[in-house]
C-alpha cells in the first residue's frame, strides 16, 4: 500500500461495512475520509490511528453504538466530524483529543440529556448539531468553554420549558444561531419571566422556535426575546398562539424577517409591531386575519416583503399601502376578497404600481358576491365606483344642511307632537310584534299606574278590587316575569287581560313608562275594536298641563272614565261604577260604553 501513502482523499460511502477497515491507518496523509451509509456498529483506538492530517470524518448513517476511550487521539487536526444517524446514546468520546474540531454533527442519535463535562474539552467547536435525539434535559453550565461555539442545533427533541434555563446558555457569548423548533416548550401566560431564557445571548442573530409539540407554545411571555438586542430573525409560526403582548418584540429592534405563519390570531395590534422599525420580511399566512389595519401607521417603514396568503381578507385599502412605503412584494393568495368598490382603489393600483409585485395576481379571485365569486379579480370593471368626489361633497352637505333645518324647526314649532308620534311608533312597534302571538286572558284588569301613586293602588284599589270584588288584577311589581325586557312584560301583561286601568295623575303623565303603557293599551282598544281600557283620574287635571301626547279625547270620548272622589267624600258609587266597567264585556266598538265622569278632558 505504499503507493496510496498520498491519498488525501477516501470515499468508501454506500458499501456494507461492518467495521473499519484496518488499512485506514496507514494512510497517514488523508484530509477526508467518508464512511458514511454502511454498517459499521463500533470504533476501536485502532481504526483512526495515525490520521494525524485528516480534517474531515464522516461516518454518519451507520449501525454505530459504542466508542472506545481515546479513539480519536490521533486526529489533531480534525475540523468537521459527522457522525450522525447512528446509535449514540453518550456524549463522552473527546476527551481532551479534538483540539481543533469545529464542526460537529451527532442528529439522529439516541441522546437523551446534555451533561456539563460533554463537550467542555472542545474549545475550538463553532457548530454543534444535537437534533433528532431524545434530549430533554441539558444541565446548567453544558455549554460552558464553547467561547467560540457560533450555530446551535437543538431541534427536534423533548426539551421542555425547565430544559432551556438562562443557565444553559449563560457561557455562549458569541452564539449567531440557535434552533429549538420542533421541541415541547410552552408557557402558562404572558407574564414576564423571572428569568428569561435568552438573555445572555447578546449576539444572537437567528432563533427558531416554531412548532412546540402538539399543544404549541401557547403564549409569548412579554419579555421572551430579552437580551436578544442582536436578533436578526425570528421563526415563531405553528405555535398555537392567538394574541401577542403589546412589550413582545421592545427587545428585538433590528428584527429583519418575522414569521408568525400558521398561528390564529385573535387580535392583532399596531403597537406588537411599533418596536420593529427595521423590518423587511413579515410572514403571516394562516394566520387567521380578516383584516390588516394593524399594520397601519405601525412604523414599519422598511417592509419590503409581506407574505398574507391563505386568510380571510375582503379589501386592501389604500391607507394600508400607504403606510408601507417600501413595499415591493405582497402575498394575498388564497383570501376571501370582495369584488366590489371596496377593492376599486386596490385593483387599479396592482395594474399601475410598477413598485410592487402582487403575487399571482392575475389568479386572484373573487369570494364576494356569490354572483361573482370565482372570478379573476383584476378582469371585473370597476368604472363604476370612480365618484365625483366634488358633487359628493356638495349632496351630502346640502342633505345635512337640510335635514338639521327641518330637525331643528320641527323641535321648535312641532316638539310635544314629535314625542308623542315617537312613543306611537315605539308602542305599534312592539304591539305589532307581539298581537301575532296567541295570549290566554290571565287577568281581569292590568293596572298601569305610577310608582309615587303605589299607595293609592296598594291601599284602596288592590284590597276593594281583588279583596272585596274578587277580581284578578296584574301588577308591576308582583306579576312582572323577573329578568324580561320591561316592554314585554307591559305587552304581555296588557294582552293577557280583559281590561286595563289607567291611574292617571299628573306624576303619571311624567313617566315615561306609564306612557308607554297607555299606548299599548291603545292599540289594543284600536286594533281589537273592543271597549278594553279604563280611566281613573286621581286628582283634576287643566287641559293646557296635559303634552299634545295625552290628547286622546277625539279618539277615547267614547269609553269608561272615572275621577276619584274628593277627600271625605263616599267612594262607594266609584266602586260601582269601576265594578260596572269591569264586567263590561266590550266585544264591538260600536257598542255604546258605559258613560262616566269625563273629569276635565
Known sequence: MQFCTQLTELDLSNNRLHSVPAVISSLPGLHLLDLTFNNIKNISCADFANLTQLWTLQIYSNDISFI???????????ATLMIGSNRLSLNRYWKEDLQKLQSLDLANNKLDSV???DFECLKSLKNLSLPDNQISVIEAGSFDGLTNLLFLNLQSNKLSRGSIKDSVFFRLPNLKTLLLNNNYISYDSQEALAQPPFQHLRKLKTLNIFSQGHKGLRYLPSNLFKGLWSLEELQAENLNINSLHPDTFTHTPYLWVLDLSRNEFISLTRNIFLPLHVLKTLHLSKAGL????????ANLSKLHLLHVSNNALSAINETLIQSLPTLIYVDLRANYLSCDCTNAWFVNWTVSSNDTEVESAYELTCNYPNKLK?????????GSCNVDVGFFCF???TTLVSVTLLGSFLFHFLRWQVIYAYYLLLAFLHDNKHQRKPRGLQYDAFISYNVRDEVWVMRELLPQLEGEQGWKLCLHHRDFEPGKPIMDNIVDGI??????ICVISRHYLESEWCSKEIQVASFRLFDEKKDVLILVFL???PSHQLSPYYRMKRLIQRKTYLSWPKPGADTRVFWQKLRGALETKGTAETEHPIGWDLGVI
Do not use: P, V, W
Open 374 to 382: 370565482g372570478h379573476k379579480l383584476l378582469d371585473l370593471d370597476m
Open 395 to 397: 349632496l351630502s352637505t
Open 539 to 541: 286628582e283634576n287635571i
Open 68 to 78: 472506545e476511550d481515546f479513539a480519536f487521539r490521533d486526529l489533531k487536526t480534525l
Open 115 to 117: 451533561r456539563r463535562e
Open 495 to 500: 294582552y293577557s287581560s280583559r281590561k286595563t
Open 290 to 297: 380578516q383584516s390588516l389595519d394593524f399594520l397601519i401607521n
